[in-house]
């Protein structure tokens, strides 16, 4: 995200008006936005929210002590403060949030894009960052930013002066992206695809799609969808669209029938080359990071940079600059026996199409003279009804992509490790702490190991204890 703090972010005056609270003592200019004190800035205004787990009132002193210009307190709890303690007083802490994201809109003259789909919403956000960050002044979701506060705090973070606003909107239930892109109200909005996700909130993949194209209702007058026509479900989007206030639909994919087609795609280790046309023009680029889904969702970005006008070329020359994150494909290399292995750590989330995707590129990592490549997995939660059914069925996305052994955690995936051959079987636990040491034993010289699992599922146990266990390796070893 760029920050573009050289100018405050908010008037302190202005506050109590935007968010319909008031402030007993005067605010000074506020720098950021914070709902966590453990990453919080001095100059911040930090919202005290009550989430899942903790009462962010409670972490006020602290917020305060480490510099912030002030705290949205709601009024029941105002009175454990210093009288003269920077405070605004409000009904509701969110709500606040709320009101102030909703004002951060509504100053910004710039284009906005929303993006939304089972699977690669976060990647594609990260894309759309790097090449609008080509085409002006950008702002974006941090991590994944997508939900009831996410997307607020995101709005109410973003400067005045940002001329591309890039958000990412997610969902678990029906009619949760309704209020989120009320807010954002994009001019730009992308579904990447439809996929077999959340099925225990949904009776069907179509009432997935359903959801998904909620999106298309925060589109400005005249906006533009952006639609996967790989995607079984392009025809119901393609309708929830024409149901909105869409002027315009893009299709991305590599089907006849896209306006932005794939061509061709070389998938190496560690990027993807990437041949594709849009609306008929050439366009050949590359991707600082492998993955056919990737090359796929690529396509979309290219579309939203052409639907708001932009430099197509410099926006493709940006991609070569994405790289994985934490948890969602970034890789490290470990030290092992002297000499090394490869780690990727898919560790965040999962759902059937992001597993399939994840064993593809590791597929195409290389192993070393005895290595292997070693998929350790963790319940794909969610599912509903066809969960076990869903498992079982990746076992032949192991078999193609050449994986040799499985390591598997969870009653769920346990049905994925009784589908597969035996010597593919590497060992099965019920849960991610106890499978961690297994895993860890088994690791050799050349191994190339992808976690993955949905977070509940807590796979990142097993990454963390894979990395506190082998030492980082230089980038460019001799040998493995």
């Known amino acids: 995200m760029n920050e573009m703090r050289s100018t405050p972010l908010w008037a302190g005056a202005e506050l109590t008006g935007l ?12 720098h950021s936005v914070s709902i966590d004190t453990r990453t919080l800035e001095p100059g911040a205004l930090y919202f005290a929210i009550r989430g899942d787990l903790h009462d962010g009132h409670a972490f006020v002193p602290q917020a305060l002590e480490k510099g912030a210009a002030g705290a949205v307190v709601e009024r029941a709890q105002a009175g454990k403060f210093s009288a003269q303690a920077p405070l605004v007083i409000v009904e509701d802490v969110l709500g606040a949030l709320e009101k102030l994201g909703r004002a951060a809109r509504a100053r910004m003259d710039g284009a906005v894009i929303a993006v939304t789909g089972s699977v690669g919403k976060t990647s594609t956000k990260e894309m759309l960052r790097i090449a609008f960050s080509r085409q002006g002044r950008t702002h974006a979701s941090v991590a994944s930013y997508n939900n009831h506060w996410g997307v607020p705090l995101t709005l109410a973070r973003m400067p005045a002066a940002t001329e591309f606003g890039i958000f990412e909107i997610g969902m678990n239930n029906p009619f949760e992206i309704l209020p989120l892109v009320d807010m954002v109200r994009p001019h730009v909005a992308i579904v990447t695809t439809v996929e077999p996700v959340h099925l225990a909130q949904f009776h069907s993949v179509q009432a997935i799609a359903d959801a998904k194209g909620e999106i298309f209702s925060g589109l400005q007058p005249g906006g533009v969808a952006i639609i996967n026509a790989d995607n079984a479900h392009a025809a119901r989007l393609a309708a929830h669209a024409g149901a909105s206030r869409a ?24 990027f993807s080359l990437v041949s594709a046309e849009v609306f008929g023009m050439p366009v050949t680029y590359r991707i600082g990071a492998a993955g056919r889904h990737l090359a796929m969702n690529s396509l979309a970005v290219l579309g939203a940079v052409h639907a708001t006008g932009g430099d197509l070329a410099l926006a493709a020359l940006a991609l070569q600059d994405f790289t994985t994150v934490e948890g969602r494909g970034k890789r490290a290399l470990l030290k092992v026996a002297g000499k090394t ?5 898919e560790s965040y989330n999962a759902n059937p199409s992001s597993v399939r995707a994840a064993m593809a590129v590791t597929g195409g990592v290389p192993r070393g003279a ?3 490549r070693i998929a350790v997995l963790g319940d794909m939660l969610e599912l509903g009804a066809e969960g076990q059914a869903l498992h079982a069925g990746l076992a032949a996305s192991v078999v193609e992509n050449d994986i040799d052994l499985v390591f598997a955690a969870g009653p769920l995936m346990r049905s994925l490790y009784q589908a597969l051959p035996a010597e593919r079987r590497g060992a099965y636990a019920d849960n991610s702490e106890a499978l961690a040491p297994l895993v860890c034993d088994a690791i050799a010289p050349g191994d190339v190991v992808m976690v993955k699992g949905s977070l509940g599922s807590r796979m990142s146990l097993i990454t963390g204890m894979l990395k506190g266990r082998f030492a980082l390796a230089d980038a460019a070893p001799a040998e493995i």
């Open 19 to 30: 968010m319909g609270g008031e402030a007993p003592n005067a605010l000074p200019a506020i």
């Open 247 to 270: 002027g315009r639909v893009i299709r991305f994919g590599a089907s006849q029938e896209a306006d932005i087609r794939l061509k061709d795609i070389r998938l190496e280790p560690d």
């Open 341 to 345: 292995f490869t780690l990727i750590d």
């Open 370 to 372: 005895r290595g292997r």
